[in-house]
DNA sequence: TTTATATCGATTATAGCATATCGATTAGAT
DNA sequence: ATCTAATCGATATGCTATAATCGATATAAA
């Protein structure tokens, strides 16, 4: 159901459900429990049961939720029905890639146009313009743009952050390896590898040592 | 210092310090108090240090931290020091992307190669080999590469990961918008657009609606 | 030498989240 | 019509992470 207030960790957990639901085959059954997502994603059931009650009412017992409008109900709690225009800040290799990803339609995401501090084209791969950056706040204002995807190098990204709220941008999705500091109303969410990598190498650290005990007790004997 | 075990909330935030320290100034003083990082990156002074404690014990009261080796405490503790191995699969723009990024290094990663399904080059702008992805689980075990990094559409990726397992991989990097199952001795590390995208989202829909309610309220006046 | 202050580290409290349990509901079989 | 089994939703419990408090320590100044 809607209306209640949700925590991250729940928010975060839905896009999964909603990419599963929607990856089914056509011929799967009309209607799918708690219980077999659960197992599916390899989640607690009940943890599942509980998410989907924040979003959606459809649950039945002995059928579960009709897929459909479970994913109606998830998109439209996530605001993927209605489009958020966004601007993209340099036009590097991972601002191209992002720019050129098809997927964003799906969640409602709409990229306007690119800016660059010196830019290599006028227009990108896909027909999106490619501005400088100097004309950016004014380009959010006069454009009503509430979102802004930074690709730039760590050094000039707080500088174009503070540009953006200029501009009068409300959330900034920022992929530069670098803390931003905002006003509280803004909402920064940081795509940043260096944590993922992280807790990657740490536990292959701890794999390897384990190896390497394993190795010596076997030694040992 | 170390030996504990370490939370996945302190290992996220741990990047984060390091970057920050790494950024400061060369003429900056010596020492850095954990009050200090903490009013930085706008979190809590105590959050910080008990996170510091976690890695370095270099900590002394009125003074603080010795940039320098708490640096290499933290980097240690991450791994960074030495190298790990690894390779990449699906060579479209987002692998392209990654290959192409230097600061890899500075994490101690080190991709030897890419795999995919429909080679376009024979080595990526970088001089890095790309090969079909027939040689993918072969070349893990010949070169004892650890980690894996998938940039393949959603459909393939489960594919990916299987044979990645066969060729002895302990970790992956997952960039496709999907669940991958795995045995529980192997790390899948989500680097999801989905669900940053998702917490943007409902953060700008709340934004609107409030700046609705505002304009409604002062309408009624 | 003494005192004041900045800072650390340990302990305790609070809150949020995940997990377990239980009763309620309903489709389908008998 | 009744019973069974699957599934849901709600409540209760336990755990982990964050936040708050307090004493200890070390430097610098008087």
Known sequence: ???????????????????????????APVNISATA????????????????????????????Y????????????LGYDNTTDAVLI????????????????????NILAAFDEKPQMEKTEEGKPVYHISKLSAFCRTHKVLMGIIT?????????????????????????????DVPSNILVQNENMATSLAVLSVHLQAQIKEEKEIKEKEGKL
């Open 66 to 77: 009709q897929r459909e409008s479970l994913i109606e109900d998830i998109e439209q709690f």
């Open 90 to 109: 340099g036009a590097g290799k991972l601002g191209q890639a992002l720019m050129g990803y098809k997927g964003f339609d799906e969640y409602g995401l």
């Open 1 to 27: 159901m809607e209306g209640k207030r949700i925590s991250k960790s729940v928010l975060k957990r839905l896009p999964g459900y909603l990419a599963y639901l929607k990856n089914m085959p056509e011929d």
């Open 37 to 64: 997502l659960a197992n599916a994603l390899g989640m607690g059931e009940v943890q599942v049961r509980k998410d989907l009650a924040m979003v959606s009412d459809g649950g039945r017992p002995k059928i579960g």
């Open 152 to 180: 730039v190098p760590a050094e000039a990204a707080q500088q174009v952050a503070d540009q953006l709220i200029v501009g009068g941008i409300k959330a900034i999705w920022n992929f530069a390896p670098t803390h931003l």
